[in-house]
């Protein structure tokens, strides 16, 4: 597996160095700003060769089954929260997170608590982050 | 002229309030003061400089005291800087000894970082005075020092916690150029110009991607059961363990100072060394109090001896530390040499809030654990979303930005990936922060050197450091190293 990791990180490495051929490296009495990218991205690549031909036996902690395919759902559902929160507005694309979360983690086993919980949840947000701290909740349809 | 500060009572109320946080966050697995520093950061954009240092370093160090209750009372850390404190403390548990643990745990806690305070107030200005002298190449050889220290850290492999590393210093390249000017890394997006952000990168690796990975593990705790009688510990208990209080203390005040080693260092190297020490080794692992008392005085005094390099050179020395440097940026202070003599109240009254906040502390953790341990009965799965949720709006608020919440979430993915491959968050995290800081000196120095490489190492201070550094270095690559940190690790998967 190591070997494998060690072959996406020199991939990255030469990503790196590719695309930041575009800055001015300069030379080493006037190092402009491609000269560090350069260093960081040429460091990565040689480490990244040790690790391939490293023999160690991998860790048996670290390395856990596939990841999960919860944290997979989980993950498309937080990242269509961050897309739709300013269009719908804070209040109500919290709620449907916060009740689909609730049930998700295990927090609750039937829908009615998660939604319990979720209405609770949202709205000590919204008084904790819009009213007691003044923050910039999107507003969205509801207007709130 | 600190008291004056830390007296005022808004800085009182802020200080209760870091500190009862640090408590909180200390005590709760899973979110550490870490991420709740980072969480907090765009709030105390309303407040004054030393008043959010003071919040902010309560947590800090409240969260020392805090991770040894969940430690004690149900052998799961709730730092990092408490995992020591599991071997001792959760057999002197079940020993019926809860109590007594606690009541050293929290009496240990308040010595050392009072203790460390003292040293922090004598230190701190003299080493400023020093660091007048430093230059670029100074300053470049200690982020140098600080990285290669991290090596020394890393759980698990050395090589992968540099390629971290590695990983942090590009995402932190990424965004303008201080020097030049130029965009690097941006792809035109506005939000990148900025650099990707150290709130949504930090709550990505450690807030969002620990979520993740608990919500894999389904961990079930058991709260230790028995009454909790006699917090305050025996006469013959303290005779035990002031010895290994006092060693705690300066053992931490050290290691706290080194960049990039801290309280987790401190708590491990403060065990091995008081069992190395003690008259009866064979205690350790089996309830002795001694094991409980020296980590946690390590601890705090290492988190307070932490902010003598931030506050004396401007330099942060783990990746609190480097929040912290970024909440003083917030308020147009940038930390440095000067900072003693030129925003005294900020020292000083930081200072003098850690002397408040210690007692406070203490006073919150002896009488208060009944109610941290109930808090501990909250089900992961009421908590975990409630984090979620707040990581998400904290992060919103920072900048009113909803792609820097696309930011957090892709790194907590990246971060949940990179935990699964065996690579830490940690070393990508400061090396995020300190990596700039990294750069602008290295070219400074060159600029200043006309190209000459050796400058690094005929400055004396910075060859020095430099050296020290290569040293480290190489000694980390010997067997021999590998095999104590092998068993260092073997405990404390125990």
């Known amino acids: 597996m190591d070997r494998l990791y060690g072959f996406i990180i020199f991939f990255l490495g030469m990503i790196i160095f590719w695309q930041g051929r575009y800055l001015d490296v300069g030379n080493l009495q006037e190092p402009g700003p491609g000269f560090f990218p350069i260093l960081v991205a040429i460091l990565m690549m040689i480490l990244s060769l040790f690790l391939i031909i490293s023999r160690r036996k991998s860790e048996g902690k670290f390395f856990f089954a596939k990841p999960s395919i919860h944290v997979l759902i989980v993950f498309v559902v937080l990242l269509a929260y961050s897309f739709t929160l300013e269009y719908l507005g804070f209040i109500i694309v919290s709620f449907l997170l916060m009740t689909y979360l609730f049930k998700a983690f295990g927090g609750s086993k039937k829908w009615r608590g998660a939604v319990l919980w979720a209405l609770a949840s949202v709205v000590l947000a919204y008084l904790l982050f819009n009213v007691l701290l003044e923050g910039n909740l999107p507003r969205g349809i509801l207007g709130v | 002229m600190g008291f004056g500060v830390a007296f005022i009572p808004v800085n009182l109320l802020f200080c209760f309030i870091g500190v009862l946080l640090g408590t909180l966050v200390g005590v709760l697995p899973g979110i550490g003061p870490g991420a709740s520093i980072a ?7 309303a407040l004054r400089p030393e008043t959010a240092i003071i919040m902010l370093a309560g947590i800090y160090y409240g969260a020392q005291y805090g991770g040894s209750t969940t430690s004690i009372l149900v052998n799961i850390p709730g730092e990092a800087s408490s995992v020591v404190t599991c071997l001792d ?8 000894r809860a ?12 010595i050392g970082g009072t203790l460390s305070l003292i040293g922090l107030m004598l230190l701190g200005p003299m080493l400023a005075r020093l660091a007048l002298q430093f230059g670029p190449s100074e300053y470049f050889s200690f982020t140098c020092l600080s990285i290669i220290i991290l090596g020394f850290l890393s759980k698990g492999s050395i090589l992968k916690c540099f390629i971290s590393a590695l990983g942090g210093l590009f995402v932190g390249l ?17 939000t990148l110009s900025d650099g990707a952000g150290i709130v949504p990168v930090v709550m990505g690796l450690f807030g969002v991607a620990e979520v993740f990975i ?23 208990d303290w005779i035990k363990s002031i010895g290994a ?29 008081e069992k190395r020490v003690s008259r009866h080794p064979e205690e350790f692992g089996n309830g002795a109090i001694a094991g409980v008392a020296s980590p946690e005085s390590a601890n705090n005094a290492a988190s307070t001896s932490s902010m003598i390099p931030l506050f004396s050179l401007g330099l942060p020395s783990n990746v609190i530390m480097a929040l912290l440097l970024g909440a003083l940026m917030i308020h147009g202070i940038t930390p440095s040499p000067f900072l003693v003599t030129e925003q005294p109240q900020v020292f000083w009254g930081v200072i003098s809030s850690m002397y408040v906040g210690n007692v406070l502390l203490l006073l ?18 009421i908590l975990f979303p409630m984090i979620l949720l707040f990581c998400l709006i904290g992060v919103y608020t920072v900048n009113t930005n909803s792609y820097e919440i696309l930011i957090m979430l892709i790194f907590g993915a990246l971060g949940y990936l990179m935990r699964k491959a065996g690579f830490e968050g940690a070393p990508f995290c400061f090396a995020l922060i300190i990596g700039p800081l990294m750069e602008t000196n290295l070219r400074q120095a060159l600029l200043q050197s006309r190209g000459d490489l050796s400058i690094f190492f005929t400055r004396p201070i910075s060859a020095v450091v430099m050296g020290i550094a290569c040293i480290l270095l190489i000694l980390q690559l010997f067997p021999a190293v590998q095999k104590r940190r092998a068993a260092l690790k073997d405990q404390e998967d125990q």
């Not at chain 2, 109590?99 to 308040?110: K, R, V, Y």
């Not at chain 2, 209080?245 to 060394?273: D, E, H, K, N, Q």
């Open chain 2, 39 to 45: 969480l907090l950061l765009p709030i105390t954009y």
């Open chain 2, 89 to 96: 403390g959760y057999q002197m548990a079940r020993r019926g």
């Open chain 2, 99 to 110: 109590g007594p643990a606690l009541g050293i745990s929290a009496f240990g806690s308040f």
């Open chain 2, 174 to 190: 990424i965004g303008t150029d201080s020097i030049s000017g130029s965009l690097r890394f941006t792809y035109g997006s506005l």
């Open chain 2, 214 to 236: 608990n919500l894999e593990q389904k961990e079930d705790r058991d709260v230790f059961k028995t009454k909790i009688k006699n917090i305050f510990p025996s006469v013959k």
């Open chain 2, 245 to 273: 209080i006092i060693r705690g203390s300066f053992i931490g005040f050290f290691l706290g100072m080194l960049p990039g080693a801290g309280p987790v260092m401190a708590s491990f190297t403060s065990y091995a060394i």
């Open chain 2, 364 to 381: 919150l953790n002896l009488p208060l654990i009944p109610i941290w341990v109930k808090l501990l009965k909250v089900p992961y799965g």
